[in-house]
């Protein structure tokens, strides 16, 4: 079964760094097109990091220069370093992956089709 599984959240203070990691099973994420979003309650979900099949990488304004989207290919994991975190980072942290290879890549989280199940993210000052 296709499957997306994040792990690496938790509680940190302002300022300090975390990374997230999402182990992708039953699929690859060799030549395609995954992202990460964020999302808290009663607000829309943002795409914070998208990484295309060439690995080119875009970020939301919000994140560019702190956060970094990765792959580790003999692992099979996507991966989200953030740094200098902030409390407005708080918020459950999704990994998105679309189907298909080589296609276009946007953080427009209505063009992917696998989706983990998320991992809390909770920067306190």
């Known amino acids: 079964q296709d499957q997306l599984l994040e792990s690496g959240g938790g509680s940190v203070q302002a300022g300090e760094s975390l990374t997230l990691s999402c182990a992708a099973s039953?699929?690859?994420?060799?030549?395609?097109?995954v992202a990460w979003f964020r999302q808290v309650p009663g607000k829309e979900r943002e795409g914070v990091a998208s990484?295309?099949?060439?690995?080119?990488?875009t970020y939301a304004e919000s994140a560019s220069g702190r956060f970094n989207i990765s792959r580790d290919y003999t692992k099979n994991t996507l991966y989200l370093h953030m740094t200098n975190l902030k409390t407005e980072d708080t918020a459950m942290y999704y990994c998105?992956?679309?189907?298909?290879?080589?296609?276009?890549?946007?953080?427009?989280?209505?063009?992917?089709?696998?989706w983990g199940q998320g991992t809390q993210v909770t920067v306190s000052s």
């Open positions: 998105a992956a679309k189907r298909g290879f080589w296609n276009a890549c946007s953080r427009d989280s209505t063009i992917f089709g696998y």
């Open positions: 039953g699929l690859t994420i060799r030549y395609r097109c």
């Open positions: 990484s295309d099949a060439y690995e080119s990488a």
